[in-house]
């Protein structure tokens, strides 16, 4: 029999195993023994915490500490397979789902072909069906689903996962993301912009014990997702980050997507270095071939990248005098032809800031190979259903019955 992360059933006695079990999601087994040390906390009450959490189905044996003398005492461990999450990333032209444990490992994928103009029902409905697909080829249930986390390509209100005059989307402005997932899969969900999961995963996977970090995404758009202290740093209405309508040094009269003139994305994201290309006579679609051509060692597009770091690089130049992040990650689909586009940032970023804030900072691309953004959709949904308020309030609710 499967135990839910979703329902964490449990008896009486649970008042306190939220903080407990922050303790175990380093991974490391422990004893109850050890867990008395470490909290302070008299044995029954340790006791209870640790069977509250174990009827829930969040720990689980794990193997036996070395005997002082009598019956070896029994190690516990996290257990991240007490329920499942799935993590959905949406572009504009595709969209990756992922199912994955409580640790937000990928056990599960399949990606999909959309176009996100066809608005939320058809949009998400595709998501649901796949999804669904997904549990039922892992073997799963809704009732082990943990949550649902999402990115989308463009503004979204985190506190009420609605989009926000999404420009390159149209039909889904202040659209009930969460309340449609909802209906289909079971919740909680949990919509945040795509650039901003990415941060989440790049960092939940490779640079965990980063304090400061800055996620960009080049692709048919440009932002950032902001790494402070540790925790995503969303902005007062969850717009930080919106690098691409930040003034580009030369972005001139160049019309933006959103309406402005001499935005960033207007000169330097895929699309815009595609357009400029095709006005010299090169013969090239979309940001595909712009990536396949620069990797065959295409002169024009590679300059055509690296002049795009440049001004991208500028924009950045100012972000690391301000924020002072220890690593810049670079993704996204323009990240694919990585030296160029990162020899035009580094170049700029280098050569403007102050040597006390670049000494140590790497500018790299990103290393989660396209799953940044399902990985970072399903910690979303971990960390706030493994939080110790969401622990506590789901014991307590099973609790009386």
């Not at 909290?39 to 915490?49: F, H, K, P, Y």
């Not at 449609?180 to 014990?209: K, Q, S």
Request: net charge neutral.
């Amino acid at each position: 029999m499967t135990t839910t992360a979703a329902s964490f059933a449990a008896p009486g006695g649970t008042s306190g195993a939220g903080e407990l079990l922050q303790l175990m999601l380093d991974g490391t087994p422990r004893t109850r023994a050890e867990l008395i040390r470490m909290t302070g906390l008299a044995r029954s009450t340790v006791g209870a915490r640790v069977d509250a959490l174990l009827a829930a189905g969040l720990l689980t044996p794990s193997g036996e500490a070395a005997s002082t003398g009598g019956r070896p005492p029994a190690r516990l461990a996290f257990n991240p397979d007490a329920g499942v999450v799935i993590g959905v990333d949406v572009g504009a032209t595709h969209a990756l789902v992922a199912l994955t444990d409580l640790r937000a490992r990928v056990l599960d994928e399949a990606a999909l072909t959309l176009d996100v103009t066809a608005g939320p029902k058809a949009v998400l409905d595709q998501v649901a069906r796949t999804s669904r697909a997904l549990l039922k080829s892992a073997g799963r249930s809704r009732a082990d689903l943990a949550g649902v986390g999402i990115g989308l390509p463009g503004p979204v209100e985190h506190s009420t996962g609605r989009p926000v005059l999404p420009p390159i989307m149209p039909g889904w402005d202040n659209y009930d993301v969460p309340g449609h997932v909802m209906a289909a899969l079971g919740g909680p969900v949990l919509v945040d912009n795509d650039v901003n999961i990415m941060a989440l995963g790049e960092h939940a996977t490779m640079y965990p014990h980063v304090e400061q970090m800055l996620f960009v995404k080049v692709a048919t758009g440009i932002g950032a997702g902001i790494i402070s202290g540790g925790r995503l740093h969303r902005g007062a209405q969850g717009t930080a980050g919106d690098l691409g309508h930040v003034a580009a040094l030369h972005g001139g009269d160049t019309r933006c997507t959103c309406g402005n003139l001499g935005c960033l994305e207007a000169v330097a994201s895929g699309p815009a270095i595609v357009r400029a290309l095709r006005e010299r006579g090169v013969d090239l679609q979309d940001s595909s071939d712009l990536v396949r051509l620069a990797k065959a060692g295409d002169l024009a597009a590679a300059t055509a990248i690296r002049d795009a770091g440049r001004e991208i690089g500028h924009v950045l130049a100012t972000c690391v005098s301000l924020l002072n992040p220890s690593v810049i990650v670079v993704g996204g689909r323009l990240a694919q032809s990585a030296e160029s586009l990162l020899a035009g940032i580094r170049e700029v970023v280098y050569g403007r800031s102050l040597p006390l804030a670049t000494g140590d900072l790497q500018i790299v691309a990103s290393r989660t190979a396209g799953h940044a953004g399902v990985i970072g959709a399903a910690t979303m949904v971990v960390q706030h259903v493994l939080s110790v308020e969401q622990v506590e309030h789901q014991l307590a609710a099973a609790a009386a019955g």
